[in-house]
């Protein structure tokens, strides 16, 4: 198993380092200029390269990729072009709001996904199978950003139950008085329209494995066995069918947790929620090279290691791996 | 048993946990702001960073036009220059080439005398460092002195039309604040780096509000600065506050969630202009107002004149003459817009040419397609089907050739795309089809914003595209960047590389041109000059739309580019 971990490993770094190399030259191709909204109608050509100098964008691009390499193996990352900020400073202020609401959505809807997955197959071709298994397909294939205005319409234009968006309210966070647990609140209630959206979006495809990964799991000689113990359905579908039918619904939830710290764009836009999914759009959309460059590659790093962890996890959840 | 019991207990927490949270932000989020004096205004981003030097964003510029302020300002009604940190009118002594500006007893937001040292640091420091986006405005300040404590003199190195409107418009920093910043920057290997990389959390500056309290991401809070220098007082005929104590810019990722919180009143204004979309819905609200305000804007079709087939002006009229500009601004820009004649919108009265040719103005589209084919004919274009045939009726024309007789190659029209900005991609794709009815072999490409800009302005590789200002300065010294031919070059504003030694002459003289009346003329020219080559076919000047709930506050101030802006802040009060 040692052994099999370090070779997985060795292999993450080799592609890791493919992976600097691509996102280097990915965005230097990338049309577009980090410096053109520096640039005034009547500012001298000279100015401007004085300008493209000090930035370090007048470097060659050979000079500029071994600072790069350089820069990643010290764990520096550059500054935001457009921030003036430290990259890591940037992605460290709105990792942990993403975190927060995707990981939660990505456990929620996995737990949830998983238990009625399980009802589903074990009850197939009836009343509750039809119903979940159409309200999975109908929720995941719905258009992220519509429905999310929709549930904001709803619950917080016309019923007044939620805020519109927003991760807090101000009211709160500007009062002297409010303690931790006032604003834990608030974070909870602003989070409670976003984490609705995206469990509705992915519950389904959690339950849908499990489903089809169950249904294989039950025409296994050892639950027909099971049953012919006199077990009870309770125990031969928890203890019997569904850890056998886990595998590869721990890779999907794995790749997902991993997946979660890149947060999604589309949803924190609708919501306004302060994430790094926001960030990465606009870093890509302004040229902002260090900061693009090292969210993809946090994102890129946080899917490789979990490859391997995910890997490791199957020989602990199934006896019959071995590395 | 027993497990089954601890599930259903840990279900039915976690339900109640749910409800709690809900129930408990509920009573956390009551508005309360309107009742405390807080102004909300909603945006659609926050501001990239508080460092005067390094914000070049609209957003930002939104919450540091509130601090940093300049020595003048533009009056609402009039758009003319008047006092703000400046005690009254510069005087100019044409001998010595200097200006001499008197300075208000003004305070920082610290408590510390504004003064004469301030000024000259910011000069100095913009000078020094050659500060993008300012430099331009005061490289021709040979030096600034401290004539006495609140007195300055500007003495030129050359005379220079944009001193007042630009480099008097110039916000000043904090001698006291940045000095030290300064300091540390010039033993720096790149010192500008420094500068603009300093994370500011505090900018004092001498405006009508301070930053309190910026939650990363979600809302800036600015309280009222007690030392704001225009409280109480009244500046060109404005009796300014604020009146209210401090103002929260909340961050909304679309416009839809921002309209939704209008109408919901979780903010008082929305701070972007509204697209003709949502109006519908907003008229009806009896709490919310629409202010439609000009603004200084130039949408234009520019061609490249490097090469074929635009280096011919006769084609450039011809096209230019097809454009139906009050098609566009009646269906795609549903009435919010004026036609544009001229690259000087006519809401800058002052230096607005009103006789520049209007190429088809007011004609039908037969009439159009017939004034274009003359000029096309004369020019010596041939078609396989005429646009007009032997009766003189309007046709669908085909296989247009050029003069020399060779074939038109099919050319592009590059444009923004329709989710960046609809109304640019759907001109684009009726002046398509405009000029596909004249034979032309026109294709219009939405294009990513950056690579657009790239082709266009970087690499000069394209036929035509549409681009646009959405708040030109009201001083014409862009007409100089935008066609003096030392601009046609990678990465100049000179996009369309048109290129005129006459022009050259006169935009130089006229950026020298110390005399309003005399600049006045010349801008006069070179519009004409420009309209006569048409290297851009000036489109339109959208308006802005603006939304404000009128159920808690009142006093809101229109002028160009709408009502958000110093003014309106400075006097409007609680209901």
Request: glycine share 8%; aromatic share 12%.
């Amino acid at each position: 198993m040692r052994k099999y971990i370090a070779k997985r490993l060795a292999q993450v770094v080799v592609i890791l380092f493919f992976i600097l190399t691509v996102l280097f030259v990915l965005f230097r191709l990338a049309p577009g200029d980090p410096v053109s909204r520096m640039v005034d109608p009547e500012m001298t050509p000279e100015d401007a390269q004085h300008l493209i100098e000090q930035l370090g964008l007048d470097e060659p691009i050979w000079k500029q990729y071994l600072i790069y390499l350089k820069n990643f193996a010290s764990g520096e990352f550059g500054y935001s072009i457009h921030y003036g900020e430290p990259v890591a400073r940037v992605i460290w202020d709105k990792l942990p709001n993403t975190i927060l609401l995707f990981t939660t959505a990505v456990l929620l809807s996995a737990m949830v996904g998983i238990s009625w997955g399980k009802i589903a197959a074990w009850k197939k071709g009836k009343g509750a199978d039809i119903g979940m298994t159409i309200a999975a397909l109908v929720t995941h294939t719905l258009f992220l950003p519509w429905l999310a205005l929709l549930l904001v319409w709803v619950f917080a234009y016309q019923l007044d139950w939620f805020p519109i968006t927003g991760m807090v309210s101000e009211e709160v966070f500007l009062d002297p008085d409010a303690g931790f647990w006032a604003k834990a609140v608030d974070v909870g209630y602003h989070m409670v329209l976003p984490l609705a959206t995206l469990f509705l979006i992915h519950f389904g495809s959690y339950l849908l494995v499990m489903r089809s990964s169950m249904l294989e799991t039950l025409k296994e000689d050892y639950i027909v066995l099971a049953r012919a113990k006199g077990l009870s359905d309770r125990a031969i579908r928890n203890k019997h069918a569904a850890p056998n039918a886990w595998l590869p619904v721990v890779t999907s939830v794995g790749l997902s947790l991993a997946f979660s710290i890149n947060g999604g764009a589309l949803t924190e836009t609708v919501f306004s929620w302060p994430g790094i999914g926001r960030e990465l759009v606009f870093a890509v959309s302004q040229n902002d090279y260090p900061l693009a460059q090292a969210s993809f590659l946090l994102i890129a790093t946080v899917v490789l290691f979990s490859n391997v962890v995910v890997d490791v996890l199957y020989a602990f959840l199934d006896p019959r791996i071995r590395y | 048993m027993a497990k089954c019991f601890k599930r259903n207990m840990m279900v039915r927490g976690l339900a109640l946990a749910a409800m709690v949270t809900v129930l408990l932000g509920g009573l956390c989020a009551t508005p309360a702001a309107a009742a405390n004096g807080m102004l909300k205004i909603g945006v659609l981003e926050e501001p990239k960073s508080l460092n005067l030097w390094l914000a070049t964003d609209a957003w930002s510029k939104r919450v540091l036009s509130l601090i940093n302020e300049p020595l003048f300002i533009r009056e609402p009604k009039s758009n003319e220059l008047v006092p703000w940190l400046a005690a009254g009118k510069p005087v100019y002594d044409a001998g010595k080439m200097t200006y001499t500006v008197k300075l208000k007893k003004a305070k920082w937001s610290d408590g510390s005398d504004f003064t004469a040292a301030d000024v000259i640091f910011t000069g100095q420091l913009i000078n020094k460092f050659r500060m993008p986006r300012h430099r331009s405005k005061w490289s021709f300040i040979e030096r600034v002195v401290a004539v006495d404590k609140h007195t300055v003199r500007f003495e030129l190195k050359r005379p220079k039309a944009i001193f007042l409107s630009r480099t008097l418009t110039t916000p000043i920093v904090q001698k006291k604040q940045w000095e030290k910043i300064v300091a540390s920057a010039q033993g720096a290997e790149k010192p500008l780096t420094v500068i603009l990389r300093h994370k500011l959390t505090n900018p004092i500056g001498t405006g009508p509000f301070v930053v309190s309290k910026w939650q990363k991401g979600v809302f800036v809070f600015m309280k009222a600065n007690p030392h704001f220098f225009g409280r109480g007082q009244t500046i060109s005929g404005h009796k300014l506050g604020p009146h209210i104590k401090g103002i929260i810019f909340k961050v909304y990722g679309t416009a839809d969630a921002a309209i939704l919180a209008l109408r919901k009143g979780a903010i008082d204004f929305y701070w972007n202009s509204i697209q003709a979309g949502y109006l519908e819905q907003l008229k009806d609200d009896k709490d919310i107002k629409l202010f439609v305000s000009n603004k200084s804007g130039l949408y234009y079709l520019g061609f490249n004149l490097r090469k074929e087939p635009f280096d011919d002006v006769a084609l450039r009229r011809a096209v230019a003459t097809l454009v139906s500009k009050e098609f566009i601004i009646k269906r795609i820009l549903q009435g919010y817009g004026e036609v544009l004649h001229s690259m000087i919108p006519p809401g800058n009265s002052f230096y607005y040419n009103p006789d520049v040719p209007k190429y088809g103005y007011g004609k039908s589209m037969d009439e159009r397609m017939k004034l274009a084919y003359n000029i096309l004919r004369e020019a010596g274009y041939t078609w396989e089907t005429p646009p007009v045939n032997a009766n003189g009726e309007v046709v669908r024309g085909e296989g247009i050739r050029l003069p020399d007789g060779s074939p038109m190659k099919e050319f592009t029209i590059l444009t923004p795309p329709a989710d960046y900005d609809p109304h640019r991609a759907m001109s684009g794709q009726m002046i398509q089809e405009w000029l596909r009815a004249a034979g032309m072999p026109a294709v219009s490409r939405p294009m990513a914003f950056g690579a657009l800009i790239q082709k266009v302005k970087g690499q000069h590789d394209f036929d035509a595209f549409i681009l646009g200002y959405g708040k030109l300065s009201l001083d014409p010294g862009y007409l100089r960047a935008f066609f003096h031919s030392r601009y046609n070059k990678p990465r100049g504003y000179n996009m369309s590389g048109y290129e005129s030694a006459a022009y050259d002459a006169l935009s130089n003289e006229s950026n020298n041109a110390m005399d309003p009346k005399l600049r006045q003329e010349m801008i006069f020219q070179m519009q004409a000059m420009l309209m006569a080559a048409v290297p851009y076919v000036p489109l339109y000047n959208p308006k802005v739309i603006e939304g404000v709930r009128i159920d808690r506050f009142t006093g809101w101030v229109p002028m160009l580019g709408g009502v958000g802006n110093i003014w309106s802040l400075c006097q409007i009060k609680a209901k």
